[in-house]
């Protein structure tokens, strides 16, 4: 069993979650992930927040899990916990960030889930670190409400969550850096990019460097060719999806009523040439919402474009999915996951370490 010490501070409750139909699974299993442009249309109602949220209860939530903490970001409070390592500290520590949709972190210490942000988590602190988990506004017990966000109101929790280490006694406030999954890939980037005397260090894991438009078309253009479909019947339903997205892009220039209004335009490419600090990508050859093949080129050419950073590293893991766990590009069938042999060998990356300072 994995040792890292807990304590609970606080007792305070928030409202119940906002879950809604973005809501993703990282299992590789194919009727999970399985959409159509309907499904695409369907989910973006939901991003709009016209669907409607579904409660969880707090209590069917794994908790306490570390050390349970609070902190505030705006006017929200936010929910989360914190893994310490053995021994007095201070530690270096990290922030994990969330990728897209009202998940809790919480759900990965289920059993029979697969334990994604669990596992990183439990080998960072194995490697001496603190991790900050905590829940988007309106997830479980945080106040506010993800929906109303930009992505730049989520680099601002990132760094409050930063704020709230480096103020703390276990906490190195000098060695605090980000690692986020997915669209918390992109937030990683622009948080460290407009921080680079706060933020030490940043991990992104499937984190994007196309812009948002670019990565749904990609998303759904991997679902139709696992689909079977390709040739003209591709052509049709990408040049549709394109043409919906770019009048949506047109319309939040002047109106952004839901979130993925306040997104849609978003292109990494200004984040990505700020960055300073030291900066670790993985990415997965089996991705099928982030593709390795275009996001590590373009990642690798805007990369610090502007602050002359050349500290960039970039590992991709055969064989390893948006989740990072093993699988083929289409799988076919019911498959356990289980995380990609070559995933943990690339996060312990030593070069990236060394730059780091650890």
């Not at 005397?197 to 078309?217: D, N």
Request: some cysteine; proline content about 8%.
């Amino acid at each position: 069993m994995f040792a890292y010490s807990w304590r609970r501070a606080g007792n305070d409750s928030g409202p119940a979650p906002v879950v809604d139909r973005m809501d993703t699974s990282l299992s590789s299993r194919p009727h999970q992930r399985r959409r159509r442009l309907g499904a695409a249309a369907g989910a973006l109602v939901a991003a709009l927040g016209a669907a409607p949220a579904a409660a969880q209860a707090p209590d069917s939530l794994p908790e306490p899990i570390g050390m349970e903490v609070r902190f505030a970001s705006g006017s929200d409070t936010l929910d989360g916990t914190l893994l310490l390592p053995p021994g007095p500290g201070p530690h270096p520590a990290v922030v994990a960030i969330e990728g897209s949709g009202a998940h809790s972190f919480r759900r990965y210490w289920r059993p029979g889930v697969y334990p994604f942000w669990k596992a990183v988590a439990e080998h960072l602190v194995g490697r001496g670190y603190a991790v900050l988990l905590f829940d988007k506004p309106g997830v479980h017990r945080s106040t506010g409400d993800w929906r109303r966000q930009s992505f730049q109101d989520r680099a601002q929790e990132a760094l409050a969550a930063v704020a709230f280490l480096a103020a703390r006694p276990e906490i190195d406030t000098r060695r605090v850096g980000l690692i986020g999954h997915s669209q918390g890939g992109w937030i990683a980037q622009l948080a460290a990019a407009g921080s680079p005397g706060k933020v030490r260090f940043v991990i992104t894991l499937a984190g994007p460097a196309v812009g948002v438009r670019r990565q749904v078309l990609d998303d759904a253009a991997r679902e139709w060719e696992c689909g079977g479909i390709g040739g003209v019947g591709m052509a049709v339903r990408t040049t549709g999806l394109r043409l919906f997205y770019g009048t949506l892009g047109l319309v939040a220039r002047v109106a952004r009523p839901g979130f993925l209004m306040r997104i849609v335009n978003y292109d990494p490419r200004a984040a990505l040439g700020r960055i300073t600090q030291p900066t670790l990508a993985l990415f997965g050859t089996s991705d099928r919402l982030v593709y390795a093949e275009t996001n590590a080129p373009r990642l690798r050419a805007e990369f610090g474009r502007a602050s002359g950073n050349r500290r960039l590293f970039v590992r991709v893991v055969p064989s390893a999915s948006h989740g990072f766990s093993l699988s083929p590009r289409c799988p076919r069938g019911d498959q356990p996951p289980r995380i990609a042999p070559g995933f943990f060998p690339a996060l312990d990356d030593a070069a990236f370490w060394a730059a780091v300072g650890n």
